[in-house]
């Protein structure tokens, strides 16, 4: 269920290994090839996508980043991860990987897909047949799908998450009591890396998505109305807030997208039950504050696809017995440094002296210590292994 970067990562594991499958989306195929959200791409994710042979637009297109800027108290401050691990990041819009992923499974694997499907329902999770009703798009008609298991896919606002037994699972949310103001411009990137902006009137953010469009990002309160930014305060604030002595002028653009994100996280436990495996967002949402959702999404999937593989054609269970287990552990630790960055992000503009000190010390010890800059260094850029 779900055709985002888990659902489909799934299908194409599970096609190449020849298993039958079918996919169920909500949405058209023109909306999931068209809609930008991610874009920074661990590596180990990108050798998993790699060894799976689902990277190949990836490693002609994507750009290498080796460095971020942190600026605070009006000076820039380089922080080169690189240097310090080895490795980088790939930045690639998650709508082309979505878009590649959507060609290989349904063109090339041979993969069906349902697009526009309403109402989606599980039922018998339980049993050892599981299956899936739905609505048709344009005739109306209610189908059901039998199968041996169901992928909950479906991000965050699907249904499967709901399908678990509430006495079952435990769902750990976290607000972090702010909104952030979600920007598309249509302007090239106004540095060769992601800055981060530590201000008194708020966090911003530069992220390159191609060389044509670049994300922004600038604190808000939660719950604040995109129409109160027009884009002559938006650039007005971002600005002052990314601007420090020395730094290039933002190029600015048209504002393609303005979406206010109240910012929160939550982790469902455990993933599974029955028949019914949760991956990606419909099992963790990490508010992107670290860029990790997509990672995550793909390190569940392989393991689920490669889980399922093993168990459908070898009869071997490790795989999904260790599923949620193994996926958690991750999810966890992501969700900590998210936790961890956003104090650094937010603390210089909560009007708490004491966070204000605290937030700016914890940036400077990246400066000030080897020790602390590897630690984050290796958290920044995601886990070693696991693709
Ligand atoms: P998705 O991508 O949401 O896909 C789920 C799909 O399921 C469909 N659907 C259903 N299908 C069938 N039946 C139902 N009942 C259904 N209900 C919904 C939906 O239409 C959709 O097509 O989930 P998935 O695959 O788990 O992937 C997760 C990622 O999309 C998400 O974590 C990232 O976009 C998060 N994220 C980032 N992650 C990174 O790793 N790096 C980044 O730089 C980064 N930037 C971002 C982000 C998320 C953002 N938004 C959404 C808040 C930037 C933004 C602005």
Known sequence: MGAGPAGLTVGN????????????????????????????????????????????????????HTECEFRFDGARYR???????????????????????????????????????????????????????????????????????????????????????????????????????????????SSDCVVFGMHPRGFAGHMARSPEVTRYYLQCPPGDDPENWPHERVWAELRERLGAVGAPPLKEGRLIERRVLDMHGYVVEPMAHGRLFLAGDAAHLTAPIAAKGLNLALHDAFLLGDGLVARLTKGDDAGLSGYSGTCLARAWDYQEFSEWLAEMYHGTASGDPYRAGAALARLRRLFDSPVAAAAFAEQYLGARTGG
């Open 13 to 64: 594991i599970l096609r190449a290994a020849g298993v039958d499958c079918l996919v169920l989306e909500t949405g058209t195929r023109e909306f999931i090839e068209r809609r930008p959200r991610a874009g920074v791409i661990e590596e180990w994710a990108v050798r998993g996508l790699e060894r799976r042979g689902l990277a190949r637009n990836l490693l002609e297109r994507a750009q290498a």
């Open 79 to 189: 922080f080169g991860y690189t240097g310090l691990t080895g490795r980088h990041h790939f930045i690639y819009p998650q709508q082309f990987l979505v878009t590649d992923l959507v060609r290989e499974y349904a063109d090339v694997r041979g993969g069906e897909i349902r697009f526009g499907v309403r109402d989606v329902g599980l039922h018998g999770l339980e049993s050892g047949r599981p299956s899936v009703s739905y609505t048709c798009p344009g005739s109306g008609e209610r189908r059901v799908v039998e199968a041996g298991f169901v992928a909950g896919c479906d991000g965050a606002r699907g249904v499967s998450r709901a399908a678990l037994p509430p006495d079952r699972v435990r769902v750990a949310r976290h607000d972090y009591g702010v909104g952030w103001l979600a920007l598309l411009a249509e302007a090239p990137p």
